[in-house]
T-cell receptor, first 116, second 112 residues
Framework: SQQGEEDPQALSIQEGENATMNCSYKTSINNLQWYRQNSGRGLVHLILIRSNEREKHSGRLRVTLDTSKKSSSLLITASRAADTASYFCAPKTRVNYGGSQGNLIFGKGTKLSVKP | NAGVTQTPKFQVLKTGQSMTLQCAQDMNHEYMSWYRQDPGMGLRLIHYSVGAGITDQGEVPNGYNVSRSTTEDFPLRLLSAAPSQTSVYFC???????????FGPGTRLTVL
């Protein structure tokens, strides 16, 4: 399966705390992407980390990738109420690996709730 | 750029009716996909296209048809609506196989 699996399924924290979400996958990847979905909205791309990268930062976001363990983590530092959303990881396989080319397969996501 | 647009935003159908969900993008992207999202199920891929004239099935293609006559448009057709197709439908596009996907705002469909 090309699907990523997010853990935990739900996470509730206070404003100002850090939030960590994990993603595991089973295939060999070219990159791994993280997306956010606010309630009732379309997904928004947050960050892409390539298979030869171990860590990447974007603002308050920090993503790590361990290809030997086939896992990734997303850290949101100093969380805000506006970070309340569902977060999805999407591993991107190399071209011609298995089926479903040219698209991403999503898991069920981590539902993050940040309380003021 | 408008990005990815979807129409309609909401739709109610009766069982057995047919309809087309519209999706358009103005970014000249080759890759386009349709997903459905049900509560607690995440997103599931219905159909996708890697360019005009080329489409393929995703995880849950039954009951849906697609075509890609232009780069910009990727309509999704429900042939004979069933209550099990009640869902939120998202269209997405990408300029490259490996790049990020851009999502539309979604169409919320209810089949009675």
């Amino acid at each position: 399966s090309q699907q990523g699996e997010e853990d935990p399924q739900a996470l509730s924290i206070q404003e100002g705390e850090n939030a960590t979400m994990n993603c595991s996958y089973k295939t060999s990847i070219n990159n791994l992407q993280w997306y956010r979905q606010n309630s009732g909205r379309g997904l928004v791309h947050l960050i892409l980390i390539r298979s030869n990268e171990r860590e990447k930062h974007s603002g308050r976001l920090r993503v790590t990738l361990d290809t030997s363990k086939k896992s990734s983590s997303l850290l949101i530092t100093a969380s805000r109420a506006a970070d309340t959303a569902s977060y999805f990881c999407a591993p991107k396989t190399r071209v011609n690996y298995g089926g479903s080319q040219g698209n991403l397969i999503f898991g069920k996501g981590t539902k993050l709730s940040v309380k003021p | 750029n408008a990005g990815v647009t979807q129409t309609p935003k909401f739709q109610v159908l009766k069982t057995g009716q047919s309809m087309t969900l519209q999706c358009a993008q103005d970014m000249n992207h080759e890759y386009m996909s349709w997903y459905r999202q049900d509560p607690g199920m995440g997103l599931r891929l219905i159909h996708y296209s890697v360019g005009a004239g080329i489409t393929d099935q995703g995880e849950v293609p039954n009951g849906y048809n697609v075509s890609r006559s232009t780069t910009e448009d990727f309509p999704l057709r429900l042939l004979s609506a069933a209550p099990s197709q009640t869902s939120v439908y998202f269209c997405a596009s990408s300029g490259d196989y490996y790049n990020e996907q851009f999502f539309g705002p979604g169409t919320r469909l209810t089949v009675l």
